[in-house]
T-cell receptor, first 108, second 112 residues
Framework: EDQVTQSPEALRLQEGESSSLNCSYT??????LFWYRQDPGKGPEFLFT???AGEEKEKERLKATLTKKESFLHITAPKPEDSATYLC?????????FGKGTRLHILP | NAGVTQTPKFQVLKTGQSMTLQCAQD?????MSWYRQDPGMGLRLIHY???????DQGEVPNGYNVSRSTTEDFPLRLLSAAPSQTSVYFC???????????FGPGTRLTVT
């Protein structure tokens, strides 16, 4: 069964404390993996697309990586404004599957 | 550019009522989609369209209809609202299927 699992469900960090969010997937025919950020009461906002194992993308304090089974979103020296829910989505051959997200809270 | 717009922002319906959620985009995107987001669950695809005149079902299409008469607009119709349709609905668009999607601000729907 095609599946996308994000962990942890929630994460609290001190400002400046680096960490990683995980997105593991089992799908047939991966066409792309997407990371989105969602603030409370708003729609998801696109961050990154990864297409093949070994690919990496960076934007400010965020870095996304991809292997054949999972993706990581690394957050370096986070700030309170990085607090949000981070969603992972996998585009398979005939469907798109979203994970349930990781709620990230950065304490000042 | 306004991006993806959705109306209304909030709506309360009684069981059995019908309504249309509006979605429009000004980015000339071919692909548009509707999702629902429920607590503890990921976004689930309701219906999608790969271009004007073409629509298809997603994961949870029952109780919803869509049409795509223009590139810009993709309305979602609830035929006979049920409490199980209480959710937050997001419309999204992308230049083509398989590319990053741009989401609207959402419609929070409550069915009593």
């Amino acid at each position: 069964e095609d599946q996308v699992t994000q962990s942890p469900e929630a994460l609290r960090l001190q400002e400046g404390e680096s960490s990683s969010l995980n997105c593991s997937y089992t799908v047939s025919g991966l066409r792309g993996l997407f990371w989105y950020r969602q603030d409370p009461g708003k729609g998801p906002e696109f961050l990154f697309t990864l297409y093949s194992a070994g690919e990496e993308k960076e934007k400010e304090r965020l870095k996304a990586t991809l292997t054949k089974k999972e993706s990581f979103l690394h957050i370096t020296a986070p700030k309170p404004e990085d607090s949000a829910t981070y969603l992972c989505a996998v585009q398979a051959f005939d469907k798109i599957i979203f994970g349930k997200g990781t709620r990230l809270h950065i304490l000042p | 550019n306004a991006g993806v717009t959705q109306t209304p922002k909030f709506q309360v319906l009684k069981t059995g009522q019908s309504m249309t959620l509006q979605c429009a985009q000004d980015m000339n995107h071919e692909y548009m989609s509707w999702y629902r987001q429920d607590p503890g669950m990921g976004l689930r695809l309701i219906h999608y369209s790969v271009g004007a005149g073409i629509t298809d079902q997603g994961e949870v299409p029952n109780g919803y209809n869509v049409s795509r008469s223009t590139t810009e607009d993709f309305p979602l119709r609830l035929l006979s609202a049920a409490p199980s349709q209480t959710s937050v609905y997001f419309c999204a668009s992308s230049r083509d299927e398989g590319y990053e999607q741009y989401f609207g601000p959402g419609t929070r729907l409550t069915v009593t």
